[in-house]
Nanobody
Framework: VQLQASGGGLVQAGGSLRLSCAAY????????LGWFRQAPGKEREFVAEVTRNGFIASYAESAKGRFTISRDNAKSTVYLQMNSLKPEDTAVYYCAADSDIATMKGRDNDMDYWGKGTQVTVSS
């Protein structure tokens, strides 16, 4: 099983990025998908998650109104559209797959699979 995250980069404050995470080797629709991030010197934190069918999305307070998570089960890919980016959004962003029905928030150690991360840097 492999999760490949991409789409990170350097962007100015107020800009946008779209992260993608393609999954290989798993039955994609059996997993909730989510994004976490880790900034230098800080703990990893939950950003967003989406249910197996893509109907329900949940966000950290810091992401609400600016980020949108979505998934395409036909392409085994989950996306994170990030708008109005701020310097405090700078972090390595990781995608994760979870077979549990509980929310991913607070359950970092329980994820079934992790991607390797993609760097997002927002300049002021």
């Amino acid at each position: 099983v492999q999760l490949q995250a991409s789409g990170g980069g350097l962007v100015q404050a107020g800009g946008s990025l779209r992260l993608s995470c393609a999954a290989y080797g798993l039955t994609f629709s059996n997993y909730a998908l989510g994004w976490f991030r880790q900034a230098p010197g800080k703990e990893r934190e939950f950003v967003a998650e989406v249910t197996r069918n893509g109907f329900i999305a949940s966000y950290a307070e810091s992401a609400k109104g600016r980020f949108t998570i979505s998934r395409d089960n036909a392409k085994s890919t989950v996306y994170l559209q990030m708008n109005s980016l701020k310097p405090e959004d700078t972090a390595v962003y990781y995608c994760a797959a979870d077979s549990d029905i509980a929310t991913m928030k607070g359950r970092d150690n329980d994820m079934d699979y992790w991607g390797k991360g993609t760097q997002v840097t927002v300049s002021s």
